[in-house]
């Protein structure tokens, strides 16, 4: 599947897997369609021979991103198979020294 198929040219999901900044942020309501833009977005960086290293998909759960990381397989990009989304918390979590767990006394 390309990233494009089924896409209507002026829609919103369209818009931001199309676009040519280097990051984006969407800002939008449950069930708006921010994983189903995203997931475009990914296919179209990896079609276009973006590394999957460089590639950081981010969403709030780690249900949506399991299911990411599962529609992206699905769509036989190359290298998404090399992808993991992540959680905004686990990355903050990781992101910060001061999260470690404390020594046990």
Same mark, same amino acid.
């Given at each position: ?24 942020? *969407?800002? #939008? /309501? ?6 189903? %833009?995203?997931?475009?977005?990914? =296919?179209?960086? @990896? !079609? ?14 780690? *249900?949506? #991103? /399991? ?6 397989? %699905?769509?036989?990009?190359?290298? =998404?198979?090399? @992808? !993991? ?16 767990? #404390?020594?046990?006394?």
């Amino acid at each position: 599947m390309s990233w494009n198929d089924g896409l209507e040219v002026s829609s919103v999901a369209c818009q931001i897997a199309s676009s040519s900044e280097k990051n984006i942020k *969407v800002l #939008a /309501g449950p069930g708006t369609g921010k994983s189903f %833009a995203m997931k475009r977005r990914v =296919a179209r960086l @990896l !079609e276009d021979g973006v590394l999957p290293e460089e590639i950081l998909a981010v969403t709030f759960t780690r *249900v949506a #991103a /399991g299911d990411l990381d599962a529609e992206l397989r %699905a769509t036989g990009v190359p290298g =998404a198979e090399q @992808l !993991e989304a992540q959680t905004l918390i686990l990355l903050l979590f990781l992101a910060n020294p001061l999260t470690s767990p #404390a020594p046990s006394l």
